[in-house]
């Protein structure tokens, strides 16, 4: 079984990421945490990306869909991955499907955190004195958001025609949705 996670930023995709990967013995694939280590460690990468993650944007398809196919080819994680934050624009998703054809696996359920800007906004601001991500300024968030909006739903809506997803109460608290995570996922 594979999943993948949507959500804007802020919508928790990481904490339930974590939860699924725990509970159901999975591997969480966050394509951010992925990028934000490159960027700590002032890898080659890491110079390049940093510019294009603090305003918001998505950094080049070619650098993620390496990255992810690393972890798609490794046996250990053979149909045991978490696609937190990838697939983000229609070029992922088929980049995605062929990926997962290559190494003989498929996509088993699609969930979607649903939140709204003001929700965004509150736990950004809440997560920057925690977190301290440099991309968790209020108006990086708001462009975060849109770029979600724009080149992310499309992604969802490709998802949903495939009836592959579930839609969830973002909004609710964080146990009520490991909840509900849970059923959907024992359920398949
Ligand atoms: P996240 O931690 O998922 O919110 O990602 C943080 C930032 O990393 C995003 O705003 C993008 O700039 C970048 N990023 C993460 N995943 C991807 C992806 N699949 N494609 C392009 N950029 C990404």
Redesign the pocket.
């Known amino acids: 079984m594979n999943i993948v996670i949507f959500g804007p ?1 802020g919508a928790g ?2 904490t339930q990421s974590k939860f699924i990967a725990e509970k159901f013995n999975m591997y969480q694939l ?7 280590k490159e960027m700590s460690k002032n890898t080659e990468i890491g110079k390049k ?1 940093s510019s ?2 603090n ?7 070619q ?2 869909s390496d990255m ?1 196919e690393k972890v798609i080819s490794n046996n250990d994680y053979h149909n045991k991955i978490i696609f ?6 229609l070029i ?1 998703a088929k980049n995605l499907e062929n990926l997962l054809k290559k190494y003989k696996q498929k996509i088993s359920i699609v969930l979607k955190l649903s939140v709204s800007l003001e929700t965004v906004k509150k736990r950004i601001s809440e997560r920057k004195s925690l977190e301290k ?1 440099t ?1 968790d300024d209020k108006d ?1 968030a708001i462009k ?1 958001y849109k ?1 979600y909006e724009n080149s992310t739903e499309p992604v969802i809506e490709y998802y949903k025609k495939l009836n592959l997803l579930k839609v969830i109460d973002g909004e609710n608290s964080i146990d009520q949705i490991n909840k509900e995570i849970s059923d959907i996922i024992s359920s398949i």
């Open positions: 930023p995709k990481g966050s394509t951010g945490d992925i990028l934000r990306i294009v993650i305003t918001g944007s998505l950094v080049s398809d650098i993620v992810i937190d934050g990838y697939p983000r624009n992922q991500r991309d990086i975060r770029t």
